[in-house]
T-cell receptor, first 113, second 114 residues
Framework: NAGVMQNPRHLVRRRGQEARLRCSPM?????VYWYRQLPEEGLKFMVY????????ESGMPKERFSAEFPKEGPSILRIQQVVRGDSAAYFC???????????FGPGTRLTVL | AQKVTQAQTEISVVEKEDVTLDCVYE???????LFWYKQPPSGELVFLIR??????QNEISGRYSWNFQKSTSSFNFTITASQVVDSAVYFC???????????FGAGTQVVVTP
């Protein structure tokens, strides 16, 4: 059973470009969570999604960030017009249900030049 | 609001020494879950243990053990006879009883030298 997959593992963007981060949950998991880890800090919750629904986006910045988890395909975290402060590791986690252990992907390390 | 505090930013030990990581949490929920994750230099997050708020039984699993004290809101984690491969950042996390949103501590860097 493959674990949570994230791609790309490393992403470099210039200021003003768009970044798209993908997360494929574990088989049978319908709950996806995105977290951001700034350098030298812990993980901060961004958004929680189930298939085709955003359940909680209280941790998402108000502008430029969006997330989706379509009926088919991976969950996507999209950052428009990236700025240097967006440079971080973005982790995706999945679980079979909301109260279950979350399994984390390897993360995508975004560098904004 | 939920909060997780890991007061130790870095702990350095020599191989075979024991190391205890402190975690103090705040929550208004009566039901919640506590976790420890390990983040080695490669960057991935590795699940170590989970405890629910109704189970204060402390256990040992191999070289890992934990001490959950609800009265003091602490969930400490101990590595016995540390090894170089234990060098990593360790995160304590708290999730609410609803859908599992995690609140992470800032992490404790553990450095084990030969």
């Amino acid at each position: 059973n493959a674990g949570v997959m994230q791609n790309p593992r490393h992403l470099v963007r210039r200021r003003g470009q768009e970044a798209r981060l993908r997360c494929s949950p574990m088989k049978g998991h319908s709950h996806v969570y995105w977290y951001r880890q700034l350098p030298e800090e812990g993980l901060k919750f961004m958004v929680y999604l189930q298939k085709e629904n955003i359940i909680d986006e209280s941790g998402m910045p108000k502008e430029r960030f969006s997330a989706e988890f379509p009926k088919e395909g991976p969950s996507i975290l999209r950052i428009q017009q990236v700025v240097r402060g967006d440079s971080a590791a973005y982790f995706c986690a999945s679980s079979p249900g909301g109260r279950d252990e979350q399994f984390f992907g390897p993360g995508t390390r975004l560098t904004v030049l | 609001a939920q909060k997780v505090t890991q007061a130790q930013t870095e702990i350095s030990v020599v191989e075979k020494e024991d190391v205890t990581l402190d975690c103090v949490y705040e929550t208004r929920d009566t039901t919640y879950y506590l976790f420890w994750y390990k983040q080695p230099p490669s960057g991935e997050l590795v699940f170590l243990i989970r405890r629910n708020s109704f189970d204060e039984q402390n256990e040992i699993s191999g070289r890992y053990s934990w001490n959950f004290q609800k009265s003091t809101s602490s969930f400490n984690f101990t590595i016995t006879a540390s090894q170089v491969v234990d060098s990593a950042v360790y995160f304590c996390a708290l999730s609410d009883p609803g859908w599992g949103k995690f609140q992470f501590g800032a992490g404790t860097q553990v450095v084990v030298t030969p």
